[in-house]
């Protein structure tokens, strides 16, 4: 689930990341958190200053691949971004 707000500010594009202990144990949370680090870092020259996105993984990230997450950030990206 993907959420995007667009703030006042000018500074560049922050992202944040919700991984709850439904989707795994600490070594499943980090990893699915620097993969979606690493989507989100691609993705990022596509997004305008001052847009700030949260990423929350559900148990099913723990399992996908990591084109599956990059399809599903970026399909969450495109259909959110104003």
């Known amino acids: 689930m993907t959420y995007v707000n667009r703030v006042v500010t000018?500074?560049?594009a922050r992202f944040g990341f919700i991984?709850?202990?439904?989707?795994g144990g600490a070594v499943v949370r980090n990893t699915v958190r620097?993969?979606?680090?690493?989507?989100?870092?691609e993705s990022l020259p596509t997004l305008e200053s001052g847009t700030d996105v949260v990423i929350r993984a559900l148990p099913s990230a723990a399992?996908?691949?990591f084109?599956?997450?990059r399809a599903e950030v970026s399909r969450g990206l495109v259909r959110?971004?104003?």
């Open 10 to 12: 000018d500074g560049p």
């Open 80 to 82: 959110r971004t104003p």
């Open 67 to 69: 084109d599956d997450l």
């Open 19 to 23: 991984v709850s202990r439904q989707v």
């Open 34 to 41: 620097r993969r979606l680090k690493a989507l989100c870092a």
């Open 63 to 65: 399992s996908a691949s």
